[in-house]
Every structure is written in C-alpha cells, then in structure tokens.
RNA sequence: GCCCCCAUGGUCUAGCGGUCAGGACGCCUGCCUUUCACGCAGGAGAUCACCGGUUCGAAUCCGGUUGGGGGUACCA
C-alpha cells in the first residue's frame, strides 16, 4: 500500500508487471456490457506476449459499494456468480471500497494539508449561479473555507489530458472542470477520488472500463498528480447498446449475464461473442476459445465504436461452441440445465439441430414424457392424404424389425417406402408424428430406435385409433 | 447550454493513400435430405454520414456540418 508504486509502464506489449481491476459497484446484476469489461481486463491479465519468465498480469476485483443506499450483499454475489459462471477467475480481492475509508480519509487530508483540496459549503445552485455570472464554459471555482465538503482544486490554466490507449490522445481544458466534490460535507468519500486512491493502492497499471468514465479521467489523473504519484495507463471502451440502437437494460430482454444463462447460453459462447463486440481479433476467423482470445486479444486494436448486442449471432457462437463440447461434456451440461437425467441419448441424436440448451428439450421430450399434443400437425400429416395407411405399413415392418437398432429401423421403414412406391416424407412424417407429436423432431430412424420397439409401436397404435375415431 | 467521444451493407467488423471495399451473423436461392437443423455452393444488400480541402489519386490525412453517444451530482 502507499504512494511507492514506482514508474508506471507504459503499454508497450510487455506485460509481466501488469494489474489490471474489474470495479463494479454492486447497484444491480451483472450486465452484458460491465461482463464484456471484465473480460478484456481478464484477457489482458491472461494473455499477449508474456513477460521473460511468462508470468502473467494480475487481474484484482473490487467492489465499489460506497453508494450505500444501492449496493447489496445479493448484487454483490450475483457479480461473483456471473464472473465465476464466464469463468473470468480473479487474483487478487474482491476488496470491498466501503472498507477502506479509512485509507481514504488519510489520503484526503494530504490533499487538504497540501491545499490540492479545500473545504466548501457551496451548494449546487451555487455552482449554477458562478456558471451563469461566468458564462457555461467556465468551470466552478470555490472559495476556501472551513468546513463543509470537500473540493478538488483544478488549475485554471492548462489542460488534463492523457493519451488513450484505445482512443489516442484527449484533452480537457482545465478552465472549463469545475472543482468537484471529492467529499462529502459527513466526510464520506466521493467516487472519484477512491477510485484513484485505490488503484494508486493496489498498484494498478491499466485501468480498462467503459467509455463513461472518460469525463471522471481528467479529476482521477488530478488526484494521482495531487498525491504526487504517475497515473496508471487509461484504456476506454465504447458502450454497448440494445437493439434498438438505446443503452441496453432490463427492456431488451436478455441483457444480464444471469438470463444469458437461464436462456441456454454457453459461457464459452457468451466470452467469446462480447469479446468480438468491439474488438478486431481477425479479419478471416472469429470462433475463440478463452484461451485463444486471450492470446489475441490487444487491447490498441479495440474498436472505438459502440457497438449493438445482437442475439442472433450470439444463437449461431452458441451453437458452435455447442457441438464443439462432445456428447459426454454437453450431455452433462444439458441434464444440469433441465434438472433430468439419462439424456446422453437424446443428445447424441439431437445435438447437431439445436443452438441453446434451452432448445433441447422441446426438441426431445417426446422420448421421456410421451407425444406432444399438436393437433394441426397431426391432422396434416395422418388424417389425410394415405398418412393412415403408410403409417399402418410401417406399423407392420418396425414389428417385425429385429434387433431394433438404427440400421435396421432404417430399413424396415425404406423397405416400406420402397413398396409403396411413396415419397419418403409420406411414410416418415406419419411416424414422426405418431411417435412425437410434431413433424419437429431429431433424425426419425434414431428417434424411433431410442424409443424402444414397444413404445413406438404403442404409439403408432394410438395415432391410429384416435385417426380412425376422428375418421367415424 | 457547456465539455468529451464516435461515424464502412440491417448487425459485428477487416481495411490504415491506388482493393471488383474483404469476412461473419441475418436474409434469399440451390445442393444434401425423412422434418428441423448442421454442412456445402451461390445471391441480394454499402452513394465507406454529409460538405469542403490536401493529393496524380482518399473509406483511409485535415477542417467544418449533421447525426448518435457519454459526461455535466455532496451517484458509481
């Protein structure tokens, strides 16, 4: 802890002594946007060219909860969940801010012992009335006095400004900064100054966050100067936005990392989609792994535009990623998400036509609790057109297909094909619909031969009574 | 109002002074085929926001305009 953190590195592309933080502050779930910064700070930790003994950076969670009125335990572990669940793992903390007050306060009376900053009872309308009598591009300047809250003395000439690694180079007039309010006149610290105190304090070399930060930099990098320490490295990402082009939230459905995952998603997926929002990893290839993102991923090659969540292609990664896990891992996570168990068969036949876990079981719960009811389908397809029939051909041929594999449920129901002379879909969609309900439904040989020969042919019986019943 | 940031097909992006402006998602067509998907092969879709410069030459550099966004709290 302390002011001795020596020089600060530049992002050069060596990483060895770099800290990077993910600070949250605990207000609500984890959304899309703050999860995409966690990544980038992870995958900066983790990855690019390694130091001359590979060591990795250090990745720090701290949880700015000095907004007490809106900061919850349960917000808090929901952070950590989604974090765990994206597999985003941490080196150092969570540190909570609201414990460290007391390092705040002493970091504050240096600034006020050294005139950096001075007490102020000015009140908002205050700062208005100076603004108006000013003009609106002059920034507020207070008078000392002795007590009340506390502000931040800006210079009056000059600029603040630092060089962005994502965006180059952006400078503030110090003329036009108000002094800012640093603490309250209860002596509780204000954001902006803690921040600073506690990334000067946990050593940390590139500070990684959203793009609405950029206005708090200048105070932030006055407050490093005040304390008499070189600043960390800024780094600043664009927002991202629902589809209707508005800040995402709650409204546009799946924007929590907590309903990304009641909706099916992979963590895999979800990593490797909003690492992609924003960020420029290839021109030809963008299906990642963790790993390979973090080997990619250079944080001066970050996009420097907002950027649009769109499900859709987050469906197809997912689906990707999916098919990517194998049977034994998918099948694994698939009896986790739907609470059931004994499911590797239907995955295997199943697991190359769905893009979510959540598409699974309406696809396949056919096979565990018996038919779907979908009366449109089963009068399209059985009581018309020979589809009672067929289905009594093929009733007859998977009777007597013996062993009831794959294979031969293939050619049982061909042969059946071949004597009719009918199109295939006459003679498969009936039984489709018998054993399942629906005319949706994993590939028909293996989902009959899942079924059992009993079941489909009791199956096949009822189709056809309840046929016969509509036809008198 | 003031300060700051941004601007390539519907969406995410590649591009970094000379390209038929490339890829991915989505969409359309065909193939595969038992449905739905997957996969494969094609296709439609971009006055590179606009206007002015610089240059033999600009999506690429500069300025302005417009549009969008962020900030403007004794919130974080």
Not at 137 to 163: H, I, K, N, Q, W
Not at 306 to 313: R, T
Request: charge should be negative; charged fraction near 30%.
């Amino acid at each position: 802890m302390g002011a001795d953190q020596g020089p600060r590195r530049h992002y050069d592309g060596r990483w060895s002594d770099m800290r990077v933080r993910f600070a949250p502050s605990p207000t609500g779930a984890l959304h899309i946007g703050g999860a995409r910064t966690a990544l980038y700070n992870w995958l900066l930790a983790r990855g690019g060219p390694h130091g001359p003994n590979g060591e990795e950076g250090t990745f720090v969670l701290r949880i700015e909860d000095t907004d007490r009125e809106r900061s919850t335990p349960e917000n808090v572990e929901q952070i950590l969940d989604a974090l765990r669940w994206l597999n985003l793992d941490w080196d150092e903390g969570p540190v909570f801010q609201s414990q460290r007050a007391g390092r705040h306060r002493e970091a504050l009376e240096e600034l006020l012992a050294s005139g950096r900053a001075y007490h102020s009872s000015a009140t908002a309308q205050e700062v208005r009335a100076y603004k108006e009598r000013h003009g609106w591009e002059r920034g507020f300047r207070g008078e000392p006095e002795s007590a009340g809250a506390v502000r931040l003395r800006y210079p009056d000439a000059g600029e603040t400004g630092f060089d962005d690694v994502v965006r180059g180079k952006i400078r503030f007039a110090n003329s036009s900064r108000d002094d800012p309010v640093i603490a309250r006149a209860d002596g509780s610290l204000l954001y902006n100054f803690a921040v600073a105190v506690d990334d000067l304090d946990a050593g940390i070399t590139h500070v990684v966050r959203g793009e609405d930060h950029i206005s708090n930099t200048p105070t932030q990098l006055l407050v490093f100067d005040a304390l008499g320490v070189p600043p960390p490295v800024y780094a600043h990402l664009p927002l991202l936005y629902g589809p209707d082009g508005r800040k995402l939230s709650k409204r546009h459905g799946a924007a929590s990392v907590q309903e990304l995952r009641a909706a099916g998603y992979l963590p895999e997926a979800v990593d490797n989609y909003i690492a992609l929002l924003g960020a420029g990893f290839s021109a030809d290839e963008e299906h990642f792994s963790l790993q390979e993102l973090a080997k990619r991923f250079r944080l001066e090659r970050v996009s420097k535009n907002p950027a649009i969540f769109d499900e859709q292609k987050l469906r197809h990664m997912n689906g990707r990623h999916l098919r990517e896990l194998g049977i034994d891992e998918l099948t694994r996570r698939l009896e986790e998400y739907t609470g059931r168990h004994g499911l590797r068969g239907a995955v295997e036949i199943s697991a190359e036509k769905i893009q979510t876990l959540a598409d699974f079981w309406p696809l396949v719960s056919f096979l565990f609790d018996g038919p779907v009811d979908d009366a449109r389908a089963f009068q399209k397809v059985i009581c018309s057109d020979g589809g009672v029939e067929n289905l009594e051909a093929a009733r007859e041929a998977l009777a007597s297909a013996e062993p009831f594999t794959v294979e031969n449920v293939e050619a049982a129901l061909r042969g059946v094909v071949e004597a009719l002379g009918a199109k295939p879909g006459k003679v498969f969609q009936p039984v489709r619909v018998a054993i399942a309900g629906t005319t949706v439904s994993p590939g028909i040989f293996e989902s009959v031969a899942l079924l059992g020969q009993e079941e489909t042919l009791a199956r096949i019986d009822r189709a056809l009574d309840r046929a016969g019943a509509r036809k008198s």
